[in-house]
Each structure stands twice: as C-alpha cells, then as structure tokens.
T-cell receptor, first 114, second 112 residues
C-alpha cells in the first residue's frame, strides 16, 4: 500500500486566495483526520470523519476552513480566503478498526500564505 | 475534559545517555495509548502502542513504554540514545469516546 497520500506537498499562495488540500487515505480505512502543525500551537486536530461523515469539527479554527469527504478514498480541506496566520503544515491521517485505532499519517502539505 | 500532558518541552542529552519522556493523561476509563515520533522534516510515525495486556510495551528502535494505570502515565524510555533519535516525540491517547488527543510534544536533541 502506498500509505496516506497528500497533495500538494508544498503550497505558496497570496493572502485572500483559496487553498485546497487533498488527501487519499489508506484503502479500507474508515476514519480520516486533518491536523495542523505550527511551532506556536503544536499539533492540532481540526476535524475527523468516520465512514465519510464528519464526527467532530470543533478544532476547525473558523468559517474560512471547510472539509469534505465525498467518498471513502478522498478528502479535501479548503481555506477560503487564506490568511498569513494559516501558514502551517497540514497533515492527513487515516485509521481502520483492525489497527486498534493506530493512525497512519501522510507526508503533510506545507502551506505558506504570503 | 480529557487531556494529555507532556511535561518536558525540550530535552537535551548526550549520546549513550538514558532517556525517559513523561506522559500523563486525564481520562479515567479504558484508553489506548501511543507514542509517535516525528523526525526533522518528516511526518509522524508510530513508535509503539498499548491497548491491553503487558503494561510494558516494546517498540521500534529500542524504545519501550510502561503503562501505569494508577498514575495515569505512559512514559517513554530508551536505555541508550543515539544521535539519530533526534526528533519530536508525541504521546497520544484514545478513550472510549474514540477521539484521539495528542500531547504538545517533546523535542529531543542528542549531542554527538
């Protein structure tokens, strides 16, 4: 298995632009998680899905952030409009019941908003 | 509210020194416990996990952790660290509510 796939790996954009981050979980996993990592706040859980349904989005910082999971093999995290303080590394992770809730992380997307 | 505490934010050791990183959690029910490692510029990888059985868990690269239920702790240990262990280490807990909570991380720097 290729593991969790994220794209793009790096994104540089200007303030006000829309940013879309993509994630493909490991095949067969039924839970998907979006995290944000910064020096100031560490690793933060933004939202997670079970069986494509958002379960807890309490970590989403504000309405500019939205996440979707239209099917079991794809999820997006969108920021519109983006701001410089959104600059961070965004990780996607997936897990399945058979792995006792172990999460497998993708390589991350490093977002820079100028 | 559930929480995970990693008291050491930055630990600096010399090669061959022994390591112990603290992790305490606040949930009183059944938990699954994890230690993840993040090497510089990379994503998080699982070091070891505990969900039942022997409270002393062996992980990869010579790491181990001990679950002490009475102390709500899951400290990570390694008897002799190497320069390649330089990384950030995260403790994580999943409770019966199935929401994972990560600690704030401990940065480990090893002097060659």
């Amino acid at each position: 298995d290729a593991g969790v796939i994220q794209s793009p790996r790096h994104e540089v954009t200007e303030m006000g632009q829309e940013v879309t981050l993509r994630c493909k979980p490991i095949s067969g996993h039924n839970s998907l998680f979006w995290y944000r990592q910064t020096m100031m706040r560490g690793l933060e859980l933004l939202i997670y899905f079970n069986n494509n349904v958002p379960i807890d989005d309490s970590g989403m910082p504000e309405d500019r952030f939205s996440a979707k999971m239209p099917n079991a093999s794809f999820s997006t995290l969108k920021i519109q409009p983006s701001e410089p303080r959104d600059s961070a590394v965004y990780f996607c992770a997936s897990s399945g019941l058979a792995e006792d809730n172990e999460q497998f992380f993708g390589p991350g997307t490093r977002l820079t908003v100028l | 509210a559930q929480s995970v505490s990693q008291h050491n934010h930055h630990v600096i050791l010399s090669e061959a020194a022994s390591l112990e990183l603290g992790c305490n959690y606040s949930y009183g029910g059944t938990v699954n416990l994890f230690w993840y490692v993040q090497y510089p510029g990379q994503h998080l990888q699982l070091l070891l996990k505990y969900f039942s059985g022997d409270p002393l868990v062996k992980g990869i690269k010579g790491f181990e952790a001990e679950f002490i239920k009475s102390k709500f702790s899951f400290n990570l240990r390694k008897p002799s660290v190497q320069w390649s262990d330089t990384a950030e280490y995260f403790c994580a807990v999943i409770s019966s509510a199935s929401k994972i909570i990560f600690g704030s991380g401990t940065r480990l720097s090893i002097r060659p």
